[in-house]
């Protein structure tokens, strides 16, 4: 692993009164001015850049003043799940009279609006169809909706292919001629969009004149929970609404099923981060919809009894338990496909496959493994009816849907189907077709990237003097984000003594160690360490990468350095 300076612009800007390493840090991260710092409602990019939000208002307001049956389509990942929430609740909200969801489960129907999640949509009789999270590459399915009569709005924030879905109105930032300025919006950010218009729209009809204004505002919690857990790119746009969602949380005014996730996982909703949203409430979330069915956990976001979301919140931990167990194994077998490959002799591009692997877990293994290995990496799943369902992960400078598309395009019927983002893609082909696709892959990330591109990296912020490893730093650190994919949680790096180790858990590194200086003494914890390494004590000095954070501990709040990266000096 090489620790290489985070770059610098060669001039920083001023950002107001700031101290001069949060200035540094900012600076970093590609902050240009002090309004980007500006987390408030009013500073969100306007909803009339939008193309197609104004078509997608007039079918709401239709099916709201003629109390239409509305039905929306999620999908089965924690932004669909939280885009699903926000679309039933928002309507609700905004005074629609029927509101339904429907997700599609991950084993019987795939991804997205499909012509067989149309039928079982039919069975519901609605009048309007809404995507969210999906459907910009559903062509098939928005035709097999409309010829069935239904109207059909669809929302999503994938990358489109050659054809767009012939629907009543698309709402996607990354569709063709959009010219809204954050390409980042999850899902579950576009259908939030997609209520603000609406609010607006009803607003100047004058459907408030004898009513309070409904509050959208409330779905903030599930809008930033969405986002971080989908790993969006957190520009400024997105940070204003990962920050207000937050603070919702932190106020005590979060949705009962969010609460209840954070109960259960032993979390204090007052001191919750962004990153807890990553690695704490998203897997929870997600672990319905990679093991059985993602209704759970839309039912537990959805509920306004706190006992019944505690019940269903329990039922999701044990499914993370569950899910963590699978993946450990998967892994195991993983690596006992590539251990006796020498490093220099392995694919610069992976494709990993086992007949006995869980479908719902392979892009996590996609993800382990990729950052084992510091290369793109696609896991398959048997899906049955001769084909495999693949789950890639990329790493930087290296975009994965885009290269999926050149691997398709250079081999007809390869590949049945495939979408995605730059860091992240799904896709289906036939079984027989594995090996020569993973030839096809490996070929594609040669073309793209040198050997150099193919080892960790890790970009710090610098060193920490003795005198800045003090609560204060790091209680502003934690608060100076919301930190996420684009917007790093500052890193910092340094040699250290090492006074104390221990193994806790099954596989985290518990340390105490000594300033370089030997003045100041400090905690730190390093998770998942190679067990064949730690501890060794023979090792004096260590070379860490480091997040300052703030451990609290009956009470009492103390320095502790998380540590990203630990290696013997």
């Not at 039919?122 to 062509?139: A, Y």
């Not at 930190?483 to 985290?508: D, S």
């Not at 360490?529 to 004096?540: A, I």
Request: include cysteine.
């Amino acid at each position: 692993m090489r620790i290489d300076p985070r770059p610098l612009p060669a001039v920083l800007p001023f950002l107001g009164e700031l101290p001069p390493l949060l200035t540094r840090l900012y600076a970093a991260r590609g902050v240009q001015s002090e309004a980007e710092l500006d987390k408030s409602l009013a500073r969100l990019i306007p909803y009339q850049q939008l193309k197609g939000i104004d078509a997608a208002v007039d079918l709401l307001v239709t099916a709201l003043e003629q109390r239409q049956r509305i039905l929306i389509v999620g999908d089965f990942d924690a932004d669909g799940a939280t885009a699903s929430t926000v679309g039933t609740l928002g309507l609700r909200l905004l005074g629609a009279a029927h509101v339904d969801y429907l997700v599609p489960n991950r084993f019987e129907y795939g991804y997205g609006l499909t012509p067989e999640i149309v039928a079982v949509a039919l069975q519901r009789e609605p009048q309007l169809l809404i995507t969210v999270d999906n459907g910009i590459s559903s062509v098939e399915g928005v035709a097999a909706a409309k010829a069935a009569g239904l109207q059909v709005l669809v929302t999503d924030h994938h990358l489109p292919g050659d054809e767009l879905p012939a629907a009543d109105a698309i709402v996607n930032p990354n569709q063709p001629g959009c010219t809204f300025p954050s390409k980042a919006l999850a899902g579950v950010g576009v259908i939030f969009y997609v209520l603000m218009a609406l609010r607006a729209r009803l607003r100047s009809l004058g459907w408030y004149d004898s009513k309070p204004q409904p509050n959208i505002g409330e779905l903030l919690d599930l809008v930033a929970l969405g986002s971080v857990a989908d790993v969006v790119p957190l520009d400024a746009n997105n940070r204003i609404l990962v920050h207000q969602g937050l603070e919702r949380i932190r106020a005590g005014r979060a949705r009962p099923g969010i609460k209840a996730i954070l109960e259960v996982a032993k979390r204090d909703h007052a001191r919750i981060t962004s990153t807890d949203l990553g690695f704490i409430l998203g897997p929870r979330l997600n672990a319905a919809g990679r093991l059985d069915d993602m209704s759970l956990g839309i039912e537990c976001l959805l509920t306004t009894d706190f006992a019944a979301a505690r019940e269903m919140a329990a039922q999701l931990d044990g499914m993370n338990q569950d899910r963590k167990s699978i993946e450990q194994g998967m892994q195991r077998e993983a690596l006992a496909q590539l251990k006796d490959l020498p490093i220099e002799s392995m694919p610069y591009g992976l494709c990993l496959f086992d007949p006995e692997w869980h479908q719902g877990v392979i892009g996590i293994l996609a993800s382990r493994m990729k950052e084992r290995y510091f290369r793109p990496t696609i896991a398959f799943a048997d899906a049955g009816d001769g084909l495999l369902k693949g789950s890639g992960r990329s790493v930087q400078g290296f975009h994965i849907r885009d290269a999926l598309a050149v691997v398709a395009s250079q081999h007809p019927n390869l590949i049945a189907k495939y979408g995605g983002h730059a860091m992240a893609a799904g896709l289906t082909l036939p079984k027989a077709n594995f090996p020569l696709f993973a030839q096809a892959f490996d070929a594609e990330v040669r073309r793209q990237l040198r050997e150099e591109d193919l080892t960790g990296r890790l970009l710090s912020d610098g060193t920490l003097a003795v005198e800045e490893f003090h609560l204060e730093l790091a209680r502003a650190l934690r608060h100076a984000g919301p930190w996420g994919q684009h917007f790093p949680e500052p890193l910092f790096h340094g040699v250290f003594q090492l006074v104390e180790q221990r193994v806790v858990g099954e596989r985290h590194l518990k340390v105490v160690l000594k300033s370089e200086c030997g003045s100041v003494k400090l905690d730190g914890i390093a998770f998942g360490v190679d067990r064949e390494v730690w501890p060794n004590p023979t090792v004096r000095w260590v070379e860490l990468a480091y997040k300052l954070d703030v451990n609290e501990f009956r009470g009492n709040e103390t320095v502790q350095l998380m540590i990203a990266h630990i290696e013997p000096r």
